[in-house]
């Protein structure tokens, strides 16, 4: 964490070491509470910032490949800086985003190729729901890191979930350091194949989010 520290202008609110052992590594260290995502071999970090969860992860699993999935450059170079100060192998940063990485398989993009993908903070479950389908192999987990539960986001993903081919599994309710009170893990699975038109052309999924139904 001291690289962090050391970060001119870090893409976060926390970066004293101190603060973010408690508001960025443990938080990321929770989604390992998912034994899904504990046993998976490729990992796909979206809207990654800095490199959390991802950077923790691949430092929490040696046996895992993790893409930090980022459009942003200038958080792609703090995450890159920080993958150089942890001397990790086994995660690299992608300029991309999710949409665009997710229309050809590897090496060239991520279709279809992970076991699970993460995302904290980023998006609505809905929309997250819809980049992580054509990213996930058949069976793959979504973890999404979420704060007090909404039930309107979440019914509004239970009814997008189908034509996605996925499947909510669990809201789990987590308490990664002093003062989270409202943390929640969602977890998503893949239940069949990508359909056929994903990933939509970027910025879609926001835009006009799948209502299901």
């Known amino acids: 964490m ?3 520290e050391r970060e001119p202008a870090p893409p976060t ?3 004293a070491a101190e603060r973010a052992l408690y508001t960025h590594v443990a938080d990321s260290l929770s989604g390992l509470e998912v034994e899904a ?11 990654s910032g800095a490199g959390f969860p991802g ?7 040696p046996a895992a490949q993790v ?3 980022e459009s942003q450059t200038r958080k792609i170079a ?10 990790l192998d086994n995660a690299r940063s992608v300029t991309t985003r999710a949409e665009d990485w997710a229309k050809s398989p590897p090496p060239l993009g991520g279709r279809e190729s992970y076991d699970a993908v993460t995302a904290r903070a980023l998006a609505p479950l809905a ?3 819809e980049y992580a389908s054509p990213l996930l192999a058949k069976g793959g987990v979504l973890v999404a890191w979420k704060g007090a539960r909404d039930h309107e ?16 599994e669990e809201v789990r309710r987590v308490r990664p350091f002093e003062g989270a009170e409202r943390r929640h893990l969602h977890l998503l699975r893949k239940a069949g194949a990508t359909p056929a038109g994903l990933p939509r052309r970027a910025g879609m999924a926001r835009k006009r989010p799948f209502r299901g139904g």
């Open 127 to 129: 929309v997250l729901a």
């Open 153 to 168: 986001e979440e019914a509004a993903a239970e009814a997008a979930a189908p034509p996605l081919s996925m499947e909510l």
């Open 13 to 15: 609110t926390a970066g």
């Open 37 to 47: 995502l504990g046993r998976a071999r490729r990992i796909a970090d979206l809207g």
């Open 67 to 69: 893409d930090l999935v």
């Open 78 to 87: 703090v995450s890159d800086r920080l993958l150089q100060a942890a001397r």
């Open 55 to 61: 950077l923790v992860l691949a430092i929490a699993l």
């Open 2 to 4: 001291s690289a962090l």
